[in-house]
Nanobody, 127 residues
Framework: QFQFVESGGGSVQPGGSLRLSCTAS????????VGWFRQAPGKEREGVSC????????DYADSVVGRFTISRDNAKNTVYLQMDRLKPEDTAVYYC????????????????????WGQGTQVTVSS
């Protein structure tokens, strides 16, 4: 059974850092676009950062540019999200997701585009 599993969430003070990890089972990520998404209570799920197949480029939401960094290690079947200078408005459940890519299609960082999802991990930023 193919699945993603997130870890690394928790509570942190404003200005702090967290690193989220997402591991995939039963496959490598060579042919997948990957992304991190988040959802706060009462709000729509939004794209935080996405990375195309073959590390062709990373996209970031305007609200996290300069603070968050997405990366992947295909050999370890793992995707990471390094989050620095966290703000209270970053509080949400964070999900990783993947999409199998055939060819060289570019995919927008839109949750509706991604078919494989993790269970989510809570990130809380407060004093």
């Amino acid at each position: 059974q193919f699945q993603f599993v997130e870890s690394g969430g928790g509570s942190v003070q404003p200005g702090g850092s967290l690193r989220l990890s997402c591991t995939a089972s039963r496959t490598t990520l060579d042919n997948y676009a990957v992304g991190w998404f988040r959802q706060a209570p009462g709000k729509e799920r939004e794209g935080v950062s996405c990375l195309g197949k073959g590390d062709s480029g990373a996209d970031y939401a305007d609200s996290v540019v300069g603070r968050f960094t997405i990366s992947r290690d295909n050999a370890k079947n793992t995707v990471y999200l390094q989050m620095d200078r966290l703000k209270p408005e970053d509080t949400a459940v964070y999900y990783c997701a993947g999409l199998l890519i055939i060819g060289t299609i570019q995919v927008p960082c839109d949750p509706d585009e991604f078919g494989y999802w993790g269970q989510g991990t809570q990130v809380t930023v407060s004093s």
